[in-house]
């Protein structure tokens, strides 16, 4: 039987800061079991996001050069090192209560990785993991990142799915803390840029797949005002 959960895409591109907090909220609200499991898209403006195993020796340039771009740096509370969100790139961040879905940490980790490997074959695609490091591959090259934080058995933070992303932004750090990995996207691999719309469609219905999960769309209006209530 599937668990009825909440989806909420954020149109345009979000700011990290603001989507960060919203996560907050929406963890706490969680916990108290006032929301169900939530699943969040969305789209950031440019950032490099360090995470509690990074540190700034993986960025290759300077903070003249980082201003000159209009990236910023921000550290956050997730697991794994340095990433880059930027447009054209999903953002997920599930919500959810591994308590109440009877699965460890490591299996939420590789049923994300599943999500993503089935929604990049409904593109053509042919992803698959690595041994001993998260996220997806597509043969030597890196198409996903995954980095989360778990507090009181609900997640936080979540995927980055590269799909018409500017995979120049990549070449300034080193991506998760690995010096030898490439990076590539659905637009590099099909040759074409790929609709934004039909990738969360496929990645919301792998979501309801493998998690067992339905879900409900959502006003982000109404979140916010509950959230100003709480």
Request: include cysteine.
């Amino acid at each position: 039987m599937r668990s009825e959960a909440i989806f909420i895409d954020i149109p345009g591109s979000s700011s990290y800061e603001e989507v960060w907090r919203l996560q907050k909220q929406f963890h706490k609200m969680r916990v108290k079991e006032i929301l169900s499991d939530i699943l969040l898209f969305t789209e950031h403006e440019h950032i490099y996001t360090i995470g509690k195993a990074g540190d700034e020796r993986d960025l290759k340039i300077s903070e003249e050069l980082l201003k000159h771009l209009g990236v910023k740096v921000l550290k956050i509370d997730r697991g794994g090192k340095i990433t880059y969100h930027g447009p054209g790139q999903i953002v997920g961040y599930p919500i959810f209560h591994l308590e109440k879905m009877k699965i460890d940490i490591h299996t939420y980790l590789r049923r994300i990785e599943e999500v993503i490997i089935l929604t990049l074959s409904d593109f053509g695609i042919k992803g698959q993991r690595k041994n001993g490091l998260t996220g997806v591959w597509v043969g030597d090259e890196k198409i996903a990142s995954i980095g989360i934080k778990v507090s009181q058995w609900v997640t936080m933070h979540g995927f980055a799915l590269n799909v018409n992303t500017d995979l120049r932004y990549f070449d300034f750090i080193f991506p998760c803390g690995l010096k030898d990995v490439s990076m590539t996207s659905m637009k590099k691999l099909l040759g074409r840029e790929v609709d934004m719309s039909e990738v969360k469609k496929s990645l919301k219905e792998k979501f309801e797949t493998v998690f067992s999960l339905k879900f409900v769309q959502s006003c982000l209006e109404i979140f916010e005002k509950k959230m100003e209530i709480f």
